[in-house]
């Protein structure tokens, strides 16, 4: 880590803990490492408001930076598998695509638990606080129109800009969880959430997406039985609508859901 951005570092941890309401006073270790996950617990819980334009240029700074130390990686460097059919296994928040998709909640503001190993934690946090901002706006606009309750409906879509990260947007789905048990009902709202990801894609001139592993995990989808609905589904959307996207990458994190992957492409 280069002395400017351990100064950036220095500089936001501060700002961020004199802008936090309820943590006035943390210790601050001098471990780097520590420090970078005390900044990142810092913008976890951080609500959407507005910040001053020199503490939001020194953490675009920052978090650029970041992303070039992590390694940016464009579709050129992801071989195709099949088609325009591709998977890689990393930190989505690394790909230079048009578009890369968050599970999210229904409340559409990303993860507040402090340094949660998720997908939507990880996001937020690279993007920088204007992501929370942009979907607290629209958050907004739907319950004007929708009513004070409105959350986000299972496979709807929301698309946002991708600010710090290397991608250009970001879409926003919830996924089905499932509760007791798999039901047709809950794989034919995983497959809808495929579906109109692409239909968003395609609307918005979009041509390569990385799909996360939608509603595993904390969304208790089973692994095997997820990855076999993603790529049927994608499969027979690019069948109905040929050329219409140019890449699509299944991003997985772990080695289980690669090598299931790996055999139904």
């Given at each position: 880590?280069?002395m ?41 819980v951080r ?8 503490v ?15 390694g ?7 071989p195709a598998i099949?088609?325009?059919l591709?998977i ?7 790909l ?14 990303g ?7 998720c ?5 937020h946090t ?10 607290s706006?629209?958050?907004t606009?739907l ?5 004070k ?20 947007k970001?879409?926003?789905i ?15 709202d ?6 109109n ?26 692994n095997?039985?997820a ?14 609508n ?6 699509i ?17």
């Amino acid at each position: 880590m280069n002395m400017k951005q351990v100064e950036r570092l220095n500089y936001l941890i501060k700002e961020f803990i004199n802008d936090s309401e309820d943590y006035k006073n943390p210790d601050v270790p001098l471990d780097i490492m520590e420090k970078k996950r005390i900044l990142r617990s810092l913008m976890n819980v951080r609500m959407p408001k507005t910040i001053s334009p020199e503490v939001l240029k020194i953490q675009n700074e920052y978090l650029k930076e970041c992303a070039k130390e992590k390694g940016i990686v464009e579709p050129k460097d992801i071989p195709a598998i099949k088609n325009s059919l591709s998977i890689w296994q990393g930190d989505i928040t690394r790909l230079s695509v048009d578009a890369i998709v968050n599970a999210a909640n229904s409340q559409m503001l990303g993860c507040f638990v402090p340094m949660h190993t998720c997908i939507d934690n990880c996001i937020h946090t690279y993007a920088g606080i204007q992501l929370r901002a942009e979907c607290s706006r629209k958050m907004t606009k739907l319950r004007i129109k929708y009513g004070k309750d409105y959350e986000q409906p299972t496979a709807v879509p929301l698309l946002t800009d991708a600010y710090n990260l290397p991608s250009r947007k970001i879409i926003h789905i919830v996924g089905p969880i499932v509760q007791n048990r798999l039901t047709p009902e809950l794989e034919k709202d995983l497959a809808d959430c495929y579906i109109n990801i692409l239909k968003m894609c395609v609307e918005n001139r979009l041509q390569s997406v990385a799909f996360c592993c939608i509603s595993t995990g904390v969304f208790r989808f089973p692994n095997e039985r997820a990855a076999e609905i993603a790529v049927g589904t994608v499969k027979k959307w690019l069948d109905r609508n040929p050329e219409r996207i140019e890449r699509i990458i299944f991003n997985v994190f772990t080695d289980e859901d690669r090598i299931i992957y790996e055999k139904l492409i």
